[in-house]
């Protein structure tokens, strides 16, 4: 076989680009090229070099692998803070080849480490690598630095409800009755360009007020790329921004992405006045309820294991970093 790679702009690849996603094993949002386009011009920092690679055997293309250089160090596009998965874009049966042609583009580069965060367990790049790369006389370490959490989603809200813990069961509907009894709320939904743009305030807030950690997250830089990706998400119809409204008050929101027939909850906030109502929980679960009567099949919990996700019967999926040294 004969493998070659060529280095590729976001102009000159996406429509490749959408077209090998769709065709591959790893099909998540965080994979598109507009989900890394919005963070290379919104989060490139100074000394990253932009390596969209594309990888070919015998003169067709087989899959892109998205990458960064900064110096010696070869990483994906994006950290652990903003994404919640990584991967390379292959086509689908064509995974031994890919991981061919990766190793001869990595011969042709100056480097000292290829570190590749947040590949989720059964990935083929933790399946095909490691071996290559050992083969080669490299390092290779491989540690579990998290867990993707969500639920397969059945095709009504009872027959999820039965799926539950009882004691879950229980309090979520105990809730939920409660919310109902006591206040006059209504959930919000947001997917166009102009509400989106007009509530992201809103939104914002939310979430800063909801954890100090979420708060120190929410630096200058972050605030404008959750503006900026959530505006264009919203163009493109993956985006929707949820409410949970007590009394005409916005007390509880999501940020949901809504792609390949899964809704995956990318982050939330809520009101401490009205933590007694619990509705940054109930909102969450509104969401998922959403998504049950949408058909879709999955909602998405992504990175981390708080424990509402498992109120909510989430399982968990290891997410993995893979250290390559030359």
Not at 135 to 155: A, F, H, R, S, W
Not at 191 to 197: E, I, K, M, T, Y
Not at 232 to 261: I, P, Q, S, W
Request: aromatic share 12%; charged share 25%; hydrophobic share 40%.
């Amino acid at each position: 076989m004969d493998y070659s790679f060529s280095i590729e702009s976001f102009q000159t690849i996406e429509a490749e680009w959408e077209h090998l996603l769709s065709n591959s094993v790893a099909n998540n949002i965080f994979l598109t090229p507009y989900w890394q386009k919005t963070w290379w011009e919104s989060m490139q920092t100074s000394g990253q070099e932009l390596r969209l690679v594309k990888l070919m055997e015998d003169g067709i293309t087989i899959g892109i692998a998205p990458l960064l250089k900064n110096n010696g160090l070869i990483t994906f596009l994006g950290g652990t803070d903003l994404w919640d998965i990584h991967d390379f874009i292959v086509t689908k049966g064509q995974e031994a080849g890919f991981f061919q042609a990766l190793m001869c583009y990595l011969e042709d580069e100056e480097w000292s480490e290829l570190r590749l965060e947040s590949l989720l367990e059964g990935s083929p790049t933790l399946g095909h690598l490691p071996a290559l790369a050992q083969n080669k006389g490299y390092k290779v370490e491989q540690i579990e630095e998290d867990n993707l959490m969500g639920v397969t989603l059945p095709d009504t809200w009872d027959e999820y409800l039965m799926g539950l813990r009882k004691k879950d069961r229980h309090e979520l509907r105990r809730k939920l009755r409660r919310l109902d009894e006591s206040v006059n709320y209504n959930i919000q939904q947001l997917s166009d360009f102009q509400g989106v743009s007009d509530a992201m305030d809103d939104f914002l807030d939310l979430m800063g007020q909801s954890r100090e950690e979420k708060s120190e997250f929410l630096t200058e830089d972050r605030g404008a790329f959750f503006r900026d990706m959530s505006l264009k998400m919203a163009e493109r119809g993956l985006l929707h921004l949820f409410f949970l409204e007590v009394n005409g008050v916005r007390t509880a929101a999501t940020v949901c992405f809504d792609y390949n027939n899964v809704l995956s909850l990318y982050n939330s906030g809520h009101n401490l006045d009205y933590a007694a109502l619990g509705t940054g929980f109930l909102l969450k679960a509104l969401c998922l309820k959403n998504a049950i009567g949408e058909g879709k099949d999955y909602f998405d919990l992504l990175r981390g294991t708080e424990p509402y996700k498992q109120h909510l019967g989430a399982t968990g999926q290891g997410l993995y970093r893979l250290s390559i040294l030359h």
